[in-house]
């Protein structure tokens, strides 16, 4: 029986600076997912990743993964909770994406496959750009330019929070009931992804807790089963999404929750525990849910 022909995969992983020299130095556009080890890929995107690429062929449109801990080159975006998508051509960043926007994505990439197609074929100048967003140390996205947005930068023009939805919630069966109040509260879900944290991400994403007692068992009790790893961001125009997500939450300590605030959602799911961010994600809370 003859071998099937490998299958090309949709997305390359670059985990090597020899891999994210070879992605520079290859022909055409390449789109690459940014993402933290703690959150995984942006999934949600991965279908029109493959509906742009049955479209397009494999000939100039390329799609890359690159966890920003991995690579030198990909320091500034460390700790940056917002879905982020690089795009290259002929070494040269080209234009940034931020948020899991479908219908900016594609607009963007089709915008720069055109673009690049004309660099090719007339020898226009490719218009390189500088990601000035990394210059604004205080949350996702930078609101401060009076003078709009930069040539090539696009955003979904929103700040965005994690929250985690744990394993016992999960198995409970109470996923539903807690997106629901997330979603009457006005949030957004730009991305939701199932999966079970191993034990490297979840000492990461917990380091804060690590000379607590408690911490071993917090470590075990979140690699206990999937989680629901939940981007959140409120519409534009209104509150700031972290203040908004703080008061939701109510007290940090359920027992105080359930007697002070007792319509708020730490005391409604009486969680056990309500974790500000580790050091690395500036201003962004990092609240588990039960």
Not at 31 to 48: A, E, H, T
Not at 115 to 138: N, Y
Not at 180 to 190: N, P, Q, S, T, Y
Request: aromatic content about 4%.
């Amino acid at each position: 029986m003859g071998s099937k022909k490998k299958e090309i995969a949709l997305q390359v992983n670059i985990s090597t600076q020899e891999l994210w020299e070879e992605m520079l130095s290859s022909k055409g556009l390449t789109v690459v997912d940014v993402y933290q080890g703690w959150c995984g890929p942006c999934k949600p995107v991965v279908s029109l990743f493959q509906k742009m690429r049955m479209e397009v062929g494999l000939d100039l449109l390329h799609f890359a993964l690159a966890e920003a801990d991995c690579l030198d080159a990909l320091e500034k975006y460390r700790g940056r909770c917002e879905p982020t998508f690089l795009f290259y051509a002929g070494g040269e960043l080209v234009a940034v994406v931020r948020g899991a926007n479908a219908p900016l994505l594609q607009k963007t990439i089709q915008e720069q496959l055109e673009a690049e197609k004309k660099v090719l074929a007339e020898g226009r100048e490719r218009k390189g750009i500088r990601d000035e967003a990394l210059s604004d140390e205080d949350g996702c996205l930078s609101h401060d330019k009076d003078n709009g947005e930069d040539d090539g930068m696009a955003s979904s023009g929103k700040t965005c929070t994690l929250a985690i939805i744990k394993p016992d919630a999960v198995v409970h069966g109470k996923t539903d009931e807690i997106m629901m109040k997330i979603h009457e509260a006005g949030f957004d879900v730009l991305a939701n992804e199932e999966r079970t944290m191993t034990e490297a991400e979840v000492q990461l994403f917990y380091q804060h807790k690590a000379g607590e007692e408690a911490f071993e068992k917090l470590v075990h009790h979140m690699c206990s089963g999937p989680s629901h790893l939940l981007i959140l961001t409120k519409p534009e125009g209104t509150e700031d999404v972290t203040a908004a997500w703080r008061t939701l939450m109510g007290p940090c300590d359920p027992d105080v929750a359930r007697r002070e605030q007792p319509d708020r959602a730490v005391a409604q799911m009486k969680q056990d525990h309500v974790c500000e961010v580790p050091g690395n994600l500036p201003r962004t809370p990092n609240i588990t849910m039960e």
